[in-house]
């Protein structure tokens, strides 16, 4: 559970010496309706100033964090090395080696991915709608290990198999995943698990390891939700190598 004063929530989720991983929730912030309240993106018409104040506080409760890397997420497949707080680039994951700075993504339903080497070495986060884990962000990200066997990942909070409602188009998407991933719903309405794609598509890869995916960013109102509320502000999933 997250903190009620600090609106974080740390991932069951056992990581190497040296390496922390961190999720924002709604709480603990300064942004009001209908960002309450911990709004960390700077581009869904929230005030700029409470967004930063929002970000200042987070960065001041992540233990061995000299900085956070933010990104102009597109819903690509472009991942790129952390590069410093002061550049964002636009992509929609990155990597580090580099001790004390996070690498963070922001989400709002979408799924968050952390990435992890089993010695601690280097560390990675990736955006994943269903557009960008069909075109292949995650294996994309993952090819930034020297080996998916040693990589450790964990699934961050995202909108739930049971309010994932999809058209015929993502199935389509995934041709390649069973029929498990999905089940009927109204007319031609799908119901995706985009928590069962994401986890075979990875454990295909190689991946030995994937924890995560026990959440619903739209029925568990902790957590941001653009299928809730269309206006809305974004979490931020981080990890990092300690300085």
């Keep these: 559970m997250p903190n009620a004063e600090s609106g974080l929530l740390i991932p069951d989720w056992p990581l190497p010496a040296g390496v922390a991983a961190a999720i924002t929730t709604r709480l603990g912030g300064v942004s009001v309706s209908p960002?309450?309240?911990n709004n960390l993106a700077l581009h869904v018409g929230d005030d700029a100033s409470l967004v930063r104040l929002n970000r200042k506080r987070l960065w001041q409760q992540l233990p061995?964090?000299?900085?956070?890397?933010?990104?102009s997420q597109?819903?690509?497949?472009?991942?790129?090395?952390?590069?410093?707080e002061s550049v964002?680039?636009?992509?929609?994951?990155?990597?580090?080696?580099?001790?004390?700075?996070?690498?963070?993504?922001?989400t709002a339903d979408c799924l968050p991915v952390l990435f992890c080497a089993a010695d601690g070495s280097q560390v990675a986060a990736a955006h994943a709608g269903w557009r960008g884990l069909a075109a292949g962000i995650l294996l994309n990200t993952l090819a930034a290990f020297p080996d998916p066997s040693l990589v450790r990942v964990y699934l961050g909070p995202a909108i739930g198999p049971a309010a994932f409602e999809v058209g015929p188009e993502v199935r389509q998407a995934f041709a390649w995943a069973p029929d498990s991933c999905f089940r009927s719903g109204r007319g031609d309405r799908l119901m995706a698990d985009i928590y069962a794609l994401a986890r075979l598509q990875l454990l295909r890869a190689g991946v030995g390891e994937v924890a995560g995916g026990g959440f619903c960013t739209c029925s568990d109102?902790?957590?941001y939700s653009y299928r809730r509320q269309s206006q809305t502000g974004r979490m931020a999933s981080l990890i990092w190598i300690k300085s």
Excluded: K, M, N
């Design 74 to 84: 597109v819903h690509g497949t472009t991942v790129i090395r952390a590069c410093g």
């Design 221 to 223: 109102e902790r957590f």
């Design 35 to 37: 960002y309450e309240h």
């Design 88 to 106: 964002v680039p636009e992509a929609d994951a990155q990597f580090s080696d580099t001790p004390g700075l996070a690498c963070a993504i922001l």
């Design 64 to 71: 061995g964090v000299q900085g956070i890397q933010w990104l």
